[in-house]
């Protein structure tokens, strides 16, 4: 039997399986394989009849007497029982389940297991399991696998399937060298999968797991290095060259460039020069200075007489970007246009016009880039700013308007090393970890309710300097027995709170775009001293006038989140100020939030959070809930993943090619559906 055989291809699976096992998606007998359990159970000893106590899971061995024939209680057909051992007796109880009657046998000895209740004065159990003893020792002997089901199939019956494909298949593949299998001690791949389907213990388990997690994780990265070593030798058809420009433009910087805005900035240069195509993340924590960066790179694509994008995750940030860039870039005789959502049909068709003639050199826009009106004349760079954002798909939508362009992608989602690689594995990594020098260290607080007035007045204070504030909020409007705070009723009980002393306005995801704009216009010039908001601000903007950042119910966000947050103040040169707001003051919620009073980087509260949340909130589940591996966890794996990367890295050529050729001729399909989905160029 084959591994692409249908899982029909087994006894016992007709049409109507046929039918369930697709469910799971399972349809091959491979895919039925490697459908790993969920979890696994345990069988423990049997413990005394006197020792049970409410609420547990109980197993107990003793002796059946005084069956009651099944009967109904208001319609709930009930059997009962009683079981004694030498510590006491306890009654049974079984609803609906009138068929376990003939496993009960009066005077013979069982193994029970099931739910404790207190009913009445007395323990009950209910819904037991009965299981005779010799088999409840065997199943103690292993760990039970439960798989994820589907209605209308058991876990008996993957089992059963599971039983049958293990024996009928031959060989399974190795992917991995043997040299690698012989250094790191891996199980055979046979072996392994048995072993996750019918554990002989949970440490031999657990080696199987190692053997099949790394196999995983290799393969993944095999064609990372695969597909990395093919875009060396994509060359790049537009010209791009430096005339001194960007030379130029950084010497007329207000401030010099840190040494990796330089350092990064070069490896830019040198990438889109070399005549190859770009491929490149930076990735630099919030406030290091990543949109100079992209404005060179725009610049030196225009100069060179081709266009470049820019996309930006909201219309705000894309206004942003295109009000300083096309003041800054207007002196190299750069035409920059805007393109947005909110913007009217016609002058829409007008900028894809000019778009098209070539009129502007640089686009700046928000999703609207990829619509398939929109046709440039020769771009050659695209830049995505705050990547996470973005689905996939996009960004690969946007780099098809090109002859391939060279690719930027700015993110400050601090991952790791080797997880960025997953993610962005067709692209080279830059990172930014310094701050631009004349900043102060934001002063932060976690507070309680009490300390609300306290703030305003500070916030007074800072507002009678000159300065400005956010104020940020969970949701935008009062909701029914919401005990959140909101945009649209904080607004006004701020301006109550005020008078006209401080000018405040709201800022929300519900307005309209023409209306934020203008609201973010107002608070960028000065004229509103007070940003309420919802977490529109938190990608991306830069106000450096503003030094006060005030988060209401801060335990409601996720600490990434709520660092982003923070790093829209300490953007000047003036002392700047973050007051988290504990709206449930637990101690656990404070503990979590006393995270971000410790540390300023955004790398390692990303890991703390970790710790305290599981992965799926950092990144977005949009990002991440793509990639998925049937066993690893990018987290919790972390070091088979190392591992894992050092082998790949270790292979020579030969190596990899027949390692790449292995995977073709056994199949290894998830790797490459994988890659349909991430892959970007
Ligand atoms: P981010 O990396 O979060 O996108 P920005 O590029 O928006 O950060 O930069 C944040 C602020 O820092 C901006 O006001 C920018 O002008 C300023 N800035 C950038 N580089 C430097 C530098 N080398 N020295 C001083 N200020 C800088
Ligand atoms: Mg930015």
């Known amino acids: 039997m084959e591994l692409t055989d249908s899982v029909s291809a087994i006894k016992g699976i007709g049409e109507k399986t046929q039918k369930l096992f697709g469910k799971l998606g399972i349809n091959s007998v491979g895919e039925l394989l490697t459908y790993y359990p969920a979890r696994y159970d345990t069988f423990k000893d049997p413990g005394a009849i006197a020792e049970l106590k409410p609420g547990e899971d109980g197993v107990i061995c003793g002796l059946v007497s005084k069956v009651v024939e099944p009967r109904y209680a208001s319609r709930i057909k009930v059997l009962t029982c009683i079981v004694t051992d030498p510590s006491g007796s306890i009654e049974l109880v079984w609803f609906n389940q009138p068929y376990v009657k003939y496993e009960l046998k009066s005077g013979y000895h069982f193994i029970f297991r099931g739910k404790v209740n207190l009913k009445g004065r007395k323990l009950q159990m209910e819904q037991a399991k009965v299981y ?36 009928i298949t031959g060989d399974l ?33 657990v080696e199987a797991r190692r053997s099949l997690v790394f196999e995983e994780f290799f393969l993944f990265m095999v064609f990372l290095r695969e597909m990395a070593l093919g875009r060396e030798e994509q060359e790049s058809v537009a010209k791009i060259s430096d005339d001194g420009s960007c030379d130029d433009f950084i010497r007329k910087l207000p401030y010099s460039l840190t040494e990796d805005q330089a350092k990064v900035f070069e490896e830019v240069r040198k990438d889109m020069t070399s005549g190859r195509v770009m491929a490149r993340l930076i990735q630099g924590d ?27 995750p909201t219309e705000v940030l894309a206004k942003q970007h295109y009000d300083s860039m096309s003041r800054d870039l207007k002196q190299y005789g750069i035409n920059c246009v805007l393109l947005v959502g909110s913007q009217g049909a016609a002058e829409k068709k007008k900028i894809y016009r000019m778009i098209a003639a070539h009129e ?104 009678d300097e000159g300065r400005q504030a956010y104020v940020i909020c969970p949701m935008v409007d009062g909701e029914e027995d919401s005990e959140l705070q909101n945009v649209t009723d904080y607004t006004e009980s701020l301006k109550t709170f005020y008078g006209d002393s401080v000018s405040v306005e709201k800022l929300h995801g519900k307005m309209k775009a023409a ?8 608070f960028k010039n000065g004229e509103i001293r007070v940003l309420v908001s919802t977490t529109v601000v938190e990608v991306g903007v830069n106000v450096p006038n503003a030094t006060v950042m005030m988060v209401e119910d801060a335990e409601r966000f996720g600490l990434a989140q709520l660092h982003q947050l923070r790093g829209r103040v300490g953007r000047g040169d003036k002392q700047s100020y973050c007051i988290f707001i ?68 270790s292979l020579s050529d030969r190596e990899l090619e027949e390692t790449v050729q292995k995977m073709y001729d056994g199949g290894a399909k998830e790797v490459f559906q994988f890659f349909n989905n991430y892959v970007t160029i």
């Open 132 to 167: 005779k003893r010799e088999e409840y020792y065997r199943l103690q002997t292993a760990l039970q696998p439960v798989y994820r089901l589907t209605s209308g199939l058991t876990n008996n019956a993957l089992r059963k399937a599971m039983q049958q494909a293990l024996t």
């Open 173 to 205: 593949p190795e992917y991995v060298p043997l040299k690698i299998r012989k250094k790191y001690e891996f199980l055979k791949k046979n072996h392994a999968v048995t072993e996750m389907h019918f554990p002989k213990s949970y440490e031999t388990m």
């Open 286 to 312: 919030v406030g290091s200075g990543k949109t100079v960066i992209a404005e060179l790179a725009l610049l030196m694509t225009a100069r060179s007489g081709y266009q470049g994008a820019i996309m930006a």
């Open 360 to 463: 502007a050199d640089v686009v700046i826009g928000t999703h609207t880039l990829f619509q398939e009106k929109l046709e440039f004349d020769n771009l050659a760079l695209c830049i995505t700013d705050e990547q996470h954002r973005f689905g996939v798909r996009q960004r690969e939508n946007l780099s098809k308007k090109g002859i391939r362009p060279h690719i930027l992608v700015m993110s400050a989602t601090p991952i790791p090393r080797t997880l960025a690689m997953m993610m962005y594995g067709d692209m080279d990594i830059s990172r930014i970890t310094t701050m631009p020098a004349e900043r102060l260290p934001v002063k932060n607080c976690v507070v309680g309710q009490s300390y609300r007035n306290t703030a305003y007045n500070f916030i007074k204070k800072q507002v």
């Open 515 to 522: 209306e934020k704009n203008d609201i973010m216009e107002r």
């Open 582 to 649: 504990c709206g449930k003051e637990s101690e656990e919620a404070m503990e979590r939030l006393n995270i971000l009073l410790k540390s300023n980087n955004g790398f390692d509260i990303a890991n703390e959070d970790l710790k305290m949340r599981g992965p799926g909130d950092l990144f977005g589940i949009r990002q991440c809930g793509e990639m998925y591996f049937k066993l690893g966890d990018v987290f919790n794996d972390a070091e088979i993943m190392n591992s894992a990367n050092e082998a790949v890295a």
